[in-house]
């Protein structure tokens, strides 16, 4: 029997797979895809929102907001009131690629559903959303006690 782990990394591999055999004509590296296609749906983003976003830690979208800002599909832009905070929106390149990308993303959903039925699809989301938020909820309390020791 498959432990939770270890189905989830396996259908991340296989999506991310699937991602990089789609998108491999694009100067954009394998993982970064998630960061260019949020950013592509939401313009104007935050760093910082990105992150929590993606429930990834702000070093990782860090390096991967300067990748795509490297290879020119993303730009950053200081906020007006608060220059610490870097606002992020796709270049012209990027949103010449975003079409594409968004294409492939529903494609990759696609097959992920493929012979499931809407209410199957449905229950699978909401449990995974339960199993995420079980660990988003003990992580944040482990980064509680964290930051007391400070």
Do not use: W
């Amino acid at each position: 029997m498959h432990r939770i782990g270890q189905l989830n990394a396996a259908i991340y591999r296989n999506m991310q797979t699937f991602l990089g055999n789609k998108l491999a004509g694009l100067d954009i590296k394998n993982g970064q895809y998630d960061f260019f296609l949020v950013i592509s749906l939401n313009e104007g983003i935050s760093q910082k929102q990105l992150s929590e976003h993606l429930h990834i830690g702000k070093s990782t979208t860090a390096k991967a907001v300067k990748n795509l800002v490297s290879k020119g599909y993303v730009r950053k832009q200081k906020d007006e009131k608060d220059g610490r905070i870097d606002h992020l929106f796709l270049t012209d390149k990027g949103r010449k690629e975003a079409p594409f990308v968004e294409a492939i993303f529903i494609e990759n959903q696609s097959v992920a559903e493929s012979g499931l039925s809407e209410t199957e699809s449905a229950q699978l989301m909401v449990l995974m959303n339960k199993v995420l938020n079980n660990f988003v909820a003990i992580n944040a309390l482990h980064s509680e006690g964290d930051n007391e020791d400070e």
